[in-house]
């Protein structure tokens, strides 16, 4: 199985996750690594890749490097992606960064999951889970092209998906995981306590989720036998969130 930004917090853990039920995982990276390489040392030589998920031509090489690797890739954890840490709203937005947010999050997601396509073709069967963001449920203000990426790849994708994987693997499922605020390097500084007491005012609750929160939900939906009867569905990791305050302090 293929596990894209596996560098990550949240993509390390699903590739520790994977390896702990025992799966053989290719660990995929854009440019951390030296954690990539550590991670796949960890996991026992684990295969190691690096692609820029937003160029045609590297995803292609990603997905023949997994094969050989592998020997087949019949599961996929499409997590890697970007968010943007400057706070701009939209009318101060400047395209080049929509452009660029868009890239990375929703046409890298594009082309892993039309190269993992083209492998469940080969195959005849498969598991691909996509990992979007509450930002594409709920909106977030400053991240405007983030929270528009996340929504199109939770939404208008994965509903694509699932009903064109049945044309290639009758049983084959497509799935997503959304998750809140979420302790990574990403947003490392960003959790201190005074900030989880302010993003948590929408949360029942009230802490932000850690890697193997996210990854345990992957591998579930990730599983013909935890979820075998499971495509399409959006499973959010977000201690109970909603678009609205249910804490007063």
């Not at 596990?3 to 995982?25: H, M, N, Q, Y």
């Not at 706070?87 to 937005?93: R, S």
């Not at 691909?128 to 930002?135: D, F, Q």
Request: aromatic share 4%.
């Amino acid at each position: 199985m293929l596990v894209t930004g596996a560098s990550g917090g949240i993509g390390s853990a699903c590739a520790r996750a994977f390896a702990a039920e025992g799966a053989r995982v290719l660990v995929h990276y854009h440019r951390g690594e030296e954690r990539a390489r550590l991670l796949g040392e960890e996991l026992g030589g684990a295969p190691v890749a690096q692609a820029d998920l937003t160029v045609e031509s590297d995803v292609e090489r990603l997905f023949g490097e997994a094969r050989a690797g592998l020997g087949r890739v019949d599961v996929c954890a499409a997590v890697a992606g970007v968010w943007p840490s400057e706070d701009t709203p939209v009318w101060d937005l400047p395209l080049e960064r929509w452009d660029r947010t868009v890239r990375q999050n929703l046409t890298a997601t594009f082309l892993t999951a039309r190269g993992f396509l083209r492998e469940v073709e080969r195959n005849g069967h498969g598991s691909l889970v996509l990992v979007g963001s509450t930002a594409g449920i709920f909106g977030e203000a400053g991240h405007a092209d983030y929270a528009a990426a996340k929504s199109a790849i939770l939404g208008g994708l994965l509903l694509s998906l699932k009903n064109e994987m049945m044309r290639i693997a009758p049983l084959g499922r497509v799935n997503a995981v959304a998750p809140g605020w979420t302790e990574t390097p990403m947003t490392r500084g960003r959790v201190d306590p005074e900030q989880v007491e302010a993003v948590s005012r929408t949360m029942a609750l009230r802490k932000v989720a850690q890697p193997g929160d996210v990854a345990s939900q992957v591998v579930a939906l990730a599983s013909d036998t935890l979820s075998g009867h499971v495509t399409g569905q959006v499973v959010v990791v977000a201690g109970g969130m909603e678009g609205r305050t249910v804490h007063t302090d």
